[in-house]
């Protein structure tokens, strides 16, 4: 049972124009959520995050939504670079309780120059 | 430099030999977890701590053992790995509230095979 669904492997954009990254979750308990970049022969790395009190969260060239009525959030990377190219990761937990995180199966960004 | 260290790097076992591979962080972090990653399945946790002597199991604990007996460390068990643990591991650490989960590190992997 897939709790967290990231239903396109990969994806790719032109350098400059908007990347959207999309991850869909079933469980309604989940209230944090995470997305983590990861590059070949490196450990992930913390990207972004967002409770389930807001719908948005920005931080430089990255911007999460939360739609919590659909159980969807994505992950625009605005304006998309080379070296954003890599997998991405969302994750959810609950943060009320054990701190138990369920990963999606992640996407292959790939930035064209 | 803060950082999450792992050892061995890299692994080549045989069936029911018993390893550990451990797991260092320099950060006082609270949270402690491990992760297999596999290809089309993404990351799965094995088992996450809280803290000192709190553990609790993931999605994916069948095979695998843990302890915290220090802050600092957190060895993962295979008491007797089977193929099918065949797969890339990550530890990772974190204050133990999400609001400071920006701080979150990664270890760099270790690439079991278990032959």
């Known amino acids: 049972d897939q709790q967290v669904k990231q239903n396109s492997p990969s994806l790719s954009v032109q350098e400059g124009r908007i990347s959207i990254l999309n991850c869909d979750y079933t469980n309604s308990m989940f209230d944090y959520f995470l997305w983590y970049k990861k590059y070949p022969a490196e450990g992930p790395t913390f990207l972004i995050s967002i409770s389930s009190i807001k719908d948005k969260n920005e931080d430089g060239r990255f911007t999460v939504f939360l739609n919590k009525s659909a159980k969807h959030l994505s992950l625009h990377i605005v304006p998309s670079q080379p070296g954003d190219s890599a997998v991405y990761f969302c994750a959810a937990l609950n943060s009320g309780g054990y701190q138990k995180v369920t990963f999606g199966t992640g996407t292959k960004l790939q930035v064209i120059p | 430099e803060a950082q999450v260290t792992q050892n061995p790097r890299y692994l080549i076992t045989v069936t029911g030999k018993k390893l550990t591979v451990t797991c260092s962080q320099n950060m006082n972090h609270e949270y402690m977890s491990w992760y297999r990653q596999d290809p089309g399945l993404g990351l799965r946790q094995i088992y996450y701590?809280?803290?000192?002597?709190?553990?609790d199991k993931g999605d994916v604990p069948e095979g695998y053992k843990v302890s915290r007996k220090e802050k600092r460390n957190f060895p993962l068990i295979l008491e007797s790995p089977s193929p099918n643990q065949t797969s890339l591991y990550f530890c990772?650490?974190?204050?133990?509230?999400?609001?400071?989960?920006?701080?979150?590190?990664f270890g760099p992997g270790t690439r079991l095979t278990v032959l």
């Open positions: 701590s809280m803290n000192v002597e709190v553990t």
């Open positions: 990772a650490s974190s204050f133990a509230s999400t609001s400071r989960w920006d701080e979150q590190f």
